[in-house]
């Protein structure tokens, strides 16, 4: 339940008003190897307040998900190391990580990583 608990505050604090939400399975389930399957579940109003509901099924591979923001993260710290900097790197944690430090939005987790590459912000 904590594995939840953290996806679904880590997708929760990215949307800008309160709305029900369930992220992250719950435990472990072997016969799907490495595969993950998402559902998203929305409702909602369009044009005069007529219902809508959007249900959506993904089916990923989920090892190669985990590339991408590790070689961010390897690279972020390469950089650190150049620049004789030590500490937890808050903008590249608050971008690839679900429990970082300094817990921020996407977008501005995306301003963080983009200033401590120009050098404009350390950690």
Do not use: C, H
């Amino acid at each position: 339940m904590r594995k939840r608990g953290v996806k679904s505050r880590a997708i929760s604090q990215d949307l800008p008003y309160d709305a029900p939400l369930v992220a992250g399975s719950s435990d472990y389930v072997p016969f799907m190897d490495n595969s993950r399957e998402s559902y998203f579940y929305i409702l909602g109003r369009q044009f005069g307040g007529a219902p809508i509901k959007v249900d959506i099924r993904m089916e990923v591979t989920d090892g190669p998900n985990a590339g991408p923001i590790l070689i961010d993260a390897i690279r972020g710290a390469k950089l650190a190391l150049k620049r004789e900097l030590s500490g937890s790197l808050e903008s590249i944690s608050a971008y690839g990580f679900k429990m970082p430090p300094t817990p921020t939005t996407m977008y501005k987790a995306e301003r963080w990583v983009e200033e401590f590459l120009l050098g404009k912000r350390k950690l």
